[in-house]
């Protein structure tokens, strides 16, 4: 049994905290019919279904990638447990064959030799130069030429059916291990979103199991210049967008829910202080605040460098200030949103009749005011979420984004971005990069289009 | 009119001084100077003569707010705060850390950017209508449903990956244009054509389909209802009566936007290396050119603020239903 010390990073913690809150809020939705309704609505769309499982795919891998520890390396003389310097994660351990079969440099999806040409020695002693077989895309193969077509069939198929199978027993599990009542299910009336859903996890399943089976063979999406697997490094990109596009939002709610309601609620210098606030802050531009907060950072994070104990917490405090910097940014929208609200459910008569009574400020805030805006901030919360995963991969071609250390989906093109000039070109982490991210970015505007139209048909599209 | 013009112009003022007191905040009081000199000198053991000459350079060796040593006004205007901050507000932006006037650079970059920027607006304006028009003319068919399907999807790629394939296949493959450059006077076009069409394409997804509910809510109005119960065919009333009532809109939001055309875009002029001001600013950012980034965030401000006012102004005159007291 091998021992491991649990490592949260800060990141890490705030993910839980999110976890936590969403449970806590469908907890409390259960029971009450108001807040699940527009959920139901949610639930009625194909579209919102399809695209829920694909972004519960990317979730699960986000959340895996989340749990992070130090693998014990072996006992120290006077038996304390020694732990490895290297923080791992679930999803690590997961992919580790992955991660641990790298090649020289560059290689293309599927290949079985290298992108450059070296000098290699033959058994009788010459030296040619020519193609190298890669030390792991395609080892087993006696003859690359010859057998890689066959070969890669084999696996799809394989793959294919892992896919198939794993659906299958998947959803005779959620019936139960009843094969008629799935019958029944699928022939029911109104099924139609659970069926999207239903097909859109088999095409999930089906991808998975292929890219399982040909990963166990071959770098299906290639090497990048120090031989990396990119399809690693793809995956691993799915926490670091999922983080900024969630946590930079829930650092900048609390800013923009209390200074929105306040400045709409109180009105008179309240109002004119906080207007203030986020006129000035929304009209330094967006890019050159991030630019001069990001730079800032790595001046103090060179000088103090001490404080770090590792690289991993020093490339994680700053996703966590990017999210920051980002949430400093993008709160000023929210929070004019929010005012507008406020300003009208101020003159309605509940609260107006709760203040007769003599209500004090604070307790009508929370009980009457807050609630009635939760809609306009779950909208927006939603609706930035793309278009944060988007920003990331500009600034971290700006150099302005998160750590160069960071897989995300920014530096993947940032550095294959380099290479477009050779010949042939490295097309590959390009592909990756946007493959992944397109799923991600499109499933998410899928489903931000249809909880608008369930929260708020009336609120028009922002500009 | 005059009236409110000059109020807003005032309000604007403390507005600018929130964003002067900001950045000076931001540049010279979360880290000092010697941390700048540090940085740009490169390594830990720098001696204590080198942070100082290169302050002394730049002009950082200066109190930050106060300086006591000063005799008469010196007091105020001998510190880096009034060096630095304060004379922003008259476009005087001093020396990059390089030691080039900021100034005469932005004053060079400026041309470019706009050469890109306003041949995307325009070209894009034209375009996005255009298609949203079409659009909200065949809505609720299949032609409506796979545009917007097809707007959602454009809306989803990021605006690097339209860059790098428009070069890829336009310049690299097909040699249609050439990948990057400038060249001075109209000889520039060639090197314009590429960037402005990408720049176009990458605009389509978000800008049609926002065009496309602005239509759709005016269709759904009672005057059009009524032009069209008189008889008007439908493309009649959509240029006349929904074209028209829509642009308000349109035109607001593309005003608003026109004093940052000045500011360039960023990943359009780096990646076909224009030497606009966007291109400016993403170097300056690279080489941690203080001086230069302090400039850009005033100058976006100011011209934030200016679009803002322009776009209360175009209010009035393209709706007479609005009113400005």
Request: net charge neutral.
């Amino acid at each position: 049994m091998m021992g491991f010390q649990p490592v949260i990073l800060a990141t890490d913690a705030l993910i839980y905290l999110l976890l936590c809150l969403a449970l806590g809020f469908a907890w409390y939705a259960r029971r009450h019919d108001h807040l699940l309704a527009p959920w139901r609505r949610v639930g009625r769309s194909r579209t919102a279904m399809g695209a829920l499982v694909v972004i519960a795919f990317y979730v699960l891998i986000g959340l895996l990638d989340t749990v992070h520890f130090r693998l014990a390396t072996g006992q120290t003389e006077s038996g304390e447990t020694r732990y490895s310097t290297e923080v791992h994660s679930l999803f690590d351990l997961l992919a580790a064959p992955l991660r641990e079969n790298s090649e020289k440099t560059y290689s293309a999806p599927f290949a079985t030799h290298l992108y450059t040409k070296e000098t290699i020695e033959l058994p009788d002693g010459r030296q040619v130069r020519d193609y190298p077989r890669l030390a792991f895309g395609g080892r087993h193969l006696q003859d690359p030429h010859a057998d890689r077509g066959m070969d890669i069939l084999q696996r799809t198929l394989l793959g294919l059916g892992l896919g198939l199978l794993s659906f299958l027993l998947l959803m005779l599990l959620l019936f139960r291990l009843r094969v008629r009542r799935m019958q029944a299910w699928w022939h029911a009336e109104d099924q139609g979103p659970r069926r999207v859903a239903a097909l859109v996890l088999l095409v999930m399943l089906l991808f998975t199991g292929m890219a399982v089976s040909l990963s166990s063979g071959y770098h299906i999406l290639g090497t990048d210049k120090v031989g990396e697997d990119v399809f690693y490094q793809a995956l691993k990109s799915i926490r670091t967008g999922l983080v900024i596009g969630t946590l930079t939002t829930l650092v900048m709610l609390p800013a923009a829910i209390l200074l929105g309601i306040m400045a709409g609620y109180f009105r008179g210098w309240v109002d004119d202080v906080i207007q203030y606030l986020y006129t000035t802050l929304s009209s330094v531009p967006g890019v050159l605040l991030i630019a001069a907060a990001v730079l800032m950072l790595q001046i103090y994070m060179n000088n103090n460098q001490e404080e770090f104990n590792s690289l991993t917490e020093r490339a994680d405090m700053r996703l966590l200030f990017l999210c920051l910097i980002l949430g400093v940014t993008s709160w000023t929208g929210l929070c004019r949103l929010l005012r507008g609200e406020a300003l009208k459910l101020r003159q309605l008569e509940y609260v107006q009749a709760a203040q007769a009574f003599g209500v004090s400020h604070f307790t009508v805030l929370l009980r009457h005011v807050l609630p009635n805006v939760m809609h306009i901030v779950l909208i927006v919360v939603v609706l930035d979420f793309s278009g944060l995963v988007l920003a990331e991969a500009v600034l971290s071609y700006i150099n302005i984004g998160v750590d160069p250390n960071t897989n995300s989906w920014g530096n993947m093109i940032n550095s294959a971005r380099l290479e477009l000039a050779r010949e042939p070109v490295v097309w590959w982490s390009l592909l990756a990069a946007f493959v992944f991210m397109f799923t991600l970015v499109l499933a998410a505007n899928l489903f931000s289009d249809v909880v608008r139209d369930a929260f708020d048909p009336r609120l028009r599209e922002r500009a | 009119m005059m009236a409110y013009i000059v109020r807003r112009t005032l309000y604007a003022i403390p507005i600018l001084i929130g964003v002067n007191l900001f950045t000076f905040m931001l540049f010279f009081v979360v880290n000092s100077p010697d941390d700048m000199a540090r940085m740009h000198l490169g390594n830990k053991r720098v001696s204590d003569e080198a942070i100082l000459q290169w302050k002394h350079e730049r002009g950082y060796d200066k109190p930050l707010v106060i300086n006591a040593e000063a005799e008469g006004l010196g007091v105020i205007t001998d510190t880096i705060f009034f060096e630095k901050s304060l004379k922003l507000f008259v476009f005087d932006f001093g020396q990059s850390d390089s030691g080039r006037n900021i100034g005469h650079d932005i004053s060079q970059r400026m041309w470019p950017s706009l050469a890109i920027a306003i041949p995307v607006m325009l070209v894009g304006l034209a375009v996005n209508i255009s298609f949203s028009l079409m659009l909200a003319f065949f809505r609720g068919t299949y032609l409506d449903f796979w545009g917007v399907v097809l707007c959602v999807a454009m809306m989803s790629i990021s605006g690097l990956f339209y860059i790098i394939g428009g070069q890829v296949l336009l310049g690299k493959l097909l040699n249609l244009a050439p990948i990057s450059g400038y060249d001075t006077g109209l000889h520039a076009w060639k090197f314009l054509v590429l960037p402005v069409l990408i720049g176009v394409v990458s605009s389509i997804g978000s800008g049609s389909r926002w065009y496309r509910t602005l239509f759709l809510e005016e269709i759904n109005k009672d005057f059009v209802r009524t032009a069209r119960a008189k008889g008007l065919a439908e493309n009649w009333v959509l240029f006349r009566h929904v074209l028209r009532n829509a642009l308000i809109p349109i035109l607001t939001g593309v005003v608003v936007v026109l004093p940052t055309l000045f500011m360039g875009s960023l990943l359009l002029e780096s990646f076909f290396g224009v030497p606009g001001l966007g291109s400016y600013t993403i170097d300056a950012i690279q080489r941690q050119d203080f001086a230069i980034v302090r400039a850009m965030v005033f100058l976006g401000a100011v011209l934030y603020i200016l679009g803002l006012l322009l776009t209360d102004i175009s209010y009035t005159i393209a709706d007479p239903r609005v009113r400005l007291e």
